[in-house]
């Protein structure tokens, strides 16, 4: 009787192992779907459209509904696509700000962003940046152009947020560091390793 009883129980016993494994194996697969389709990335696109007021600011609307800071340039002058951009100067040099969440670091950012610099002035120093930020703990900007069109350079700009303990939040915008007027469209910034389906649009 006691080895019949022992031999049921390993028999249990694997036939519990092999589930586990087949479940583990399953949850393995749909992870893997999940983040082939996306579900650990957001993308967020913002060209410049869409303005919202509120009390004595405007902000640009992404189309998933992010706010952008600094939508004081906004300007029908030149567009990469749709009617606007926005003109930063050197009176005006932030534009097309978006604030993220305090990072827990090794979050991943890609951001582009299409630029255009209208040459006015005989001073060549400075350039079109666009620039990731956590307070004074991280900085990063980005000239380097990838693409060129019509006129319009893309410049892009990759991040892995290092692992610390932070403050601040996250902060991705345009830097015209130029003596002339420079143009910015068409911002794209994809989040990764990011539960976008648990979090709300800001």
């Known amino acids: 009787?006691?080895?019949?009883?022992?031999?049921?129980?390993?028999?249990?016993?694997?036939?519990?192992?092999?589930?586990?494994?087949?479940?583990?194996?399953?949850l393995y697969i749909v992870f893997r779907i999940m983040y082939f389709l996306g579900f650990f990335m957001e993308?967020?696109?913002?060209?410049?459209?869409?303005?919202?007021?509120?009390?004595?600011?405007?902000?640009?609307?992404?189309?998933n509904g992010y706010q952008f800071d600094?939508?004081?340039?906004?300007?029908?002058?030149?567009?990469?696509?749709?009617?606007?951009?926005?003109?930063?100067?050197?009176?005006?040099?932030?534009?097309?700000?978006?604030?993220?969440d305090v990072p827990k670091g090794g979050?991943?950012?890609?951001?582009?962003?299409?630029?255009?610099?209208?040459?006015?002035?005989?001073?060549?120093?400075?350039?079109?940046?666009?620039?990731a930020t956590v307070?004074?703990?991280?900085?990063?900007?980005?000239i380097n152009v990838s693409e060129r069109k019509n006129g319009w350079a893309k410049l892009k700009l990759k991040i892995i947020v290092p692992a610390a303990n932070y403050n601040d939040p996250v902060v991705i915008y345009c830097w015209n560091s130029t003596q002339n007027a420079v143009y910015f469209d068409n911002m794209t910034i994809k989040r990764k390793n990011y539960w976008k389906f648990f979090k709300q649009a800001n």
């Open 1 to 26: 009787m006691t080895a019949i009883t022992s031999e049921t129980k390993n028999k249990t016993l694997i036939q519990l192992l092999r589930v586990v494994l087949l479940l583990a194996l399953v």
């Open 43 to 63: 993308e967020i696109n913002c060209g410049a459209e869409k303005v919202v007021s509120k009390e004595t600011k405007e902000f640009l609307i992404s189309d």
């Open 70 to 100: 600094n939508a004081n340039g906004r300007t029908d002058e030149k567009q990469f696509e749709g009617k606007y951009s926005v003109k930063l100067t050197p009176d005006n040099a932030f534009g097309m700000s978006i604030t993220f």
């Open 107 to 131: 979050e991943e950012f890609e951001a582009s962003v299409w630029c255009f610099e209208n040459v006015t002035s005989t001073d060549t120093s400075g350039w079109a940046f666009i620039v």
């Open 135 to 142: 307070g004074k703990d991280f900085w990063k900007g980005e």
